[in-house]
């Protein structure tokens, strides 16, 4: 057998045959042929253009499957949280967003990355070998893979679309570098400041947050408090 007859005949670990955007889409063409209803498999996979026999509607079961959108076996149907996020149409939902994050992770493989890199991809060259050593994959599918993988995690908005970024500072910083930023001292209410009331979000065992701000702010104030609470998150989170 030559070199280039194996390379053939390794095969690559499972993933999604398609990305999570056409996941949903293929998601929200079986709601709208058949609702909350369950279907049969070839019947889904004739509401995407497929066969009854084909391999791409097979495919596109498993890919909805592994991103916890379609459920069941001789007879499948959409999950609960796909029919979340089609019917969510809520622009900026926090609910839908979480859902496609979870969505976005659910593969093996798609875990299994984010838990040793995050966001914060090397590059292709790096994760191309790492993928064909580390992983097993097959040369010929490295590259499909790594497409859809980044498309997913971009849609999830777990890491930044790809393209050319801002020269001046870095694009996940809009204002100033997050670890410049200290956090508030306290200090008492000046009287006649138009004080607005506090807010107080309960957590178990009687644990809670509180919030206070003595007048309105600015939209440059109001991202630079966001980027000191992800700083105090971190801090007080018991990993």
């Known amino acids: 057998m030559d070199e280039t007859e194996s390379k053939k005949k390794v095969r690559s670990p499972s993933f999604p045959f398609i990305g999570l955007r056409q996941a949903l889409e293929r998601a929200r063409a079986f709601y709208e042929a058949e609702q909350r209803n369950a279907a049969r498999p070839e019947t889904a ?5 497929y066969s009854p026999k084909s391999s791409g509607g097979k495919q596109t079961i498993a890919a909805l499957r592994s991103f916890g959108l379609l459920e069941g ?21 926090d609910e839908r967003e979480r859902l496609l994050k979870q969505a976005a992770l659910l593969p093996p493989l798609h875990s299994r990355l984010w838990e040793r890199y995050g966001p914060e991809l090397p590059s292709s060259q790096t994760l191309r070998l790492s993928l064909i050593l580390d992983e097993g994959f097959n040369e010929n599918s490295v590259d499909d893979f790594l497409t859809e993988y980044k498309e997913t995690l971009e849609l999830a908005k777990l890491r930044p679309a790809e393209g050319p970024k801002p020269k001046a500072e870095p694009a996940s910083l809009p204002h100033r570098d997050v670890h410049s930023l200290s956090l508030p001292e306290s200090k008492p209410p000046r009287s006649g400041s138009g004080e607005i009331e506090n807010a107080v979000f309960p957590l178990l065992d009687g644990n809670a947050v509180e919030f206070r701000i003595r007048r309105k702010i600015s939209p440059e104030e109001a991202e630079d408090l966001r980027l000191m609470f992800e700083l105090w998150l971190r801090k007080i989170v018991d990993r």
């Open 73 to 93: 076996d001789s007879l499948v149907k959409l999950s609960g949280r796909a029919l979340r996020i089609i019917l969510d149409e809520g622009e900026g939902s």
């Open 45 to 49: 996979a004739s509401h995407w253009g």
